[in-house]
């Protein structure tokens, strides 16, 4: 048996110590907001934070859109921001008495987002999930009220054009609505339920 008073040999293995681990956060991730972690999401600052900014955002987006608009202005003799608004009126009227517009309206409401949702997967960061989970939530439940869509546009013809307006409202990059939806209202009211559910459970 060695002598603990005797100093370990020079070749001999150093002592087993215990390891501690620490695990450095994935590229990329955030914290989660909950009522137990105290980690929230904030506002996102937006292109559009009322009527009079939309104006200024559409005329933005014209800008940007060369390859589409110079054939169309050589050959109608407007301006892009006019056709832009001749185009907004006819497709109004259109969601208004076209038929299938509630069709148009859905295929508008999902093609754009479905290619951002799968942009959004494949991106590193995790920044842009609640904007498309809180976007999807409320497409779907857009799907149990389109169940009445019929007798609700007996009453409001304006249904599916508000939706779709609303919808884009979501979506869109100059907008974020979905995510700050989310962080003004879903989650706050998702608190509330949690504690009233909570203060039941103990009663």
């Known amino acids: 048996m060695a002598d603990p008073s005797q100093p370990p040999a020079a070749d001999a ?24 972690s105290g980690a929230r999401l904030s506002v996102r600052e937006t292109e559009v934070k009322s009527l009079t900014d939309v104006r200024p955002a559409v005329i933005k987006w014209l800008l940007g859109q060369d390859h589409l608009f ?69 497409f779907a439940a857009f799907s149990i009220v389109d169940f009445f869509a019929e007798a609700i546009y007996k009453w409001f013809p304006l249904y599916w054009l508000a939706k779709i307006i609303f919808l884009l409202y979501l979506a869109l990059p100059q907008t974020q609505g979905a995510h700050n939806l989310y962080v003004q209202y879903v989650d706050p009211l998702f608190d509330k339920m949690n504690m009233i559910a909570k203060e039941q459970m103990k009663g």
């Open 70 to 138: 110079n054939e169309l202005e050589k050959i109608s003799g407007l301006d892009r921001e006019k056709l832009f608004y001749v185009f907004c009126g006819f497709f109004s009227v259109y969601m208004i008495a076209g038929p299938g517009c509630g069709v148009v309206c859905n295929l508008i409401g999902f093609g754009y987002p479905a290619y951002c949702s799968v942009k959004a997967i494949r991106t590193d960061t995790k920044d842009d999930d609640t904007q498309w989970l809180i976007y999807w939530t409320t």
């Open 13 to 36: 293995p150093p002592p087993a110590t215990a390891r501690t681990f620490s695990v450095a956060p994935k590229r990329g991730a955030r914290a989660v907001p909950s009522s137990s």
